[in-house]
């Protein structure tokens, strides 16, 4: 009850709704701030508990100063009273419409990895030829699968890009359910001293006269520290075989961390560190097991009641253990495997042969 609470809550104070609507009514310096407060202490609403994942995924974490997505909507606050302009963003942030949560959309995602490559579709398209442009790309992106990847077969970069990110191969479109999909990216977990998802950051203007003041401009931000799922539907490469979906996971997280993501990259904003472990998400003590695969096996402790202890990465679970004839004795630890459905737990089994480990 008290997560549904929670979640409600968290519902209630969309970010989006406070960014965008509530920021413009009638507010005084004391309400700005406040508004500004809640921004900053959101809690990250459990979007992986709600959607079933695919396991093509990798986590990454925001790099100091953070990442910045959205910069181009509008939000040009101003008011009679300098102290509320001055307290005010006054660029724009990308919120996801429902939960109010900063993800990153598939679509950024898809062009970011799409700009390595050398684009002549699209260079055609818009009627501009620009040579050296599509040399460095192509030549960028087959010194990686070279040297990285090892593959080395010929690669028609062209013809890659096209299966990757246009639907087409040999010309023709491919089947709507056998082309890779680019998930949006969403906060899971805050690993920053403050515990913020949010916080803010200037931009200082200057002017052609040196001689005149530079006015700050404050904007919002997504905090350091704050790890992303980054999700895919991805199939082997027919274009190039040799690049299995599992290589094009790992492709993408180099690219991703050569590249960064979003505004102001130049200078360091949106920026990750690819995650080499596995985070647990976790609301409060309990882990939601949404990390946990279909067939992993864990240890657990049998409790009265026919239920099963399983403590994974120091958070205890307490589910119901699958019938197996009668039930070994309470308080012995033994293995047990993992059967999901989706994102839910389906059920439990003990490993056969049901040998004790304590």
């Known amino acids: ?40 202490i959101s809690k990250i609403i459990p979007i992986n508990q709600i959607i079933n994942y695919n396991e093509d995924h990798f986590y990454a974490t925001t790099q ?39 993800i990153i959309p598939g679509s950024s995602i898809k062009g970011v990895l ?4 050398p684009q002549r579709s699209v260079i055609k398209s818009s009627k501009r030829i620009d040579e050296q442009f599509e040399l460095t790309r192509r030549s960028f992106v087959s010194e990686i699968l070279k040297e990285k990847f090892k593959i080395s077969a010929p690669i028609d970069i062209d013809a890659l890009e096209d299966e990757l990110f246009h639907g087409k191969r040999d010309g023709k479109n491919i089947p709507l359910y056998k082309r890779d999909i680019f998930f ?3 906060p899971i977990e805050i ?7 949010f916080d803010s950051d200037y931009i200082t203007a200057h002017y052609e006269n040196p001689l005149k003041n530079p006015e700050p401009i404050k904007f919002l931000k997504v905090s350091s520290n704050v790890i ?50 596995t985070p647990r998400r976790t609301i409060g003590n309990e882990i939601t097991l949404g990390a946990l695969r279909s067939g992993e096996t864990v240890t ?15 958070y205890t679970i307490t589910h119901d253990v699958a019938k197996y004839g009668e039930h070994p004795k309470v308080g012995h630890k033994y293995l047990f495997k993992i059967v999901k459905k989706g994102t839910r737990i389906e059920k439990i089994e003990f490993v056969i042969p049901v040998n004790p480990l304590t």
Do not use: W
């Open 184 to 186: 949006d990216a969403v």
């Open 191 to 197: 690993k920053n001293k403050n515990n913020h998802l």
């Open 64 to 102: 100091y100063p953070g990442l910045l997505i959205g910069s181009g909507y509008g939000h040009d606050y101003k008011n009679s009273d300098p102290n509320l302009t001055n307290e005010g963003f006054k660029i724009g942030f990308f919120f996801d419409y429902t939960t109010g949560m900063p």
């Open 1 to 40: 009850m008290n997560k549904l609470i929670t979640l409600i809550h968290n519902l209630m104070t969309n970010n989006s709704y406070l960014f965008y609507r509530k920021y413009f009514d009638n507010n005084s310096v004391d309400d700005l701030k406040d508004i500004n407060t809640d921004l900053y």
């Open 228 to 277: 992303y799922r980054f999700e895919f539907k991805l199939f082997d490469s027919e274009v190039c075989p040799q690049l299995t979906k599992d290589k094009k996971l790992d492709l993408f997280k180099l690219i991703i961390e050569l590249l960064g993501i979003g505004a102001k990259t130049n200078v360091g904003y949106g920026q990750f560190q690819i995650n080499k472990n």
């Open 114 to 117: 799409r700009s390595c490559f």
């Open 300 to 314: 657990g402790e049998i409790l009265v009641g026919k239920k099963v202890k399983l403590n994974i990465s120091g």
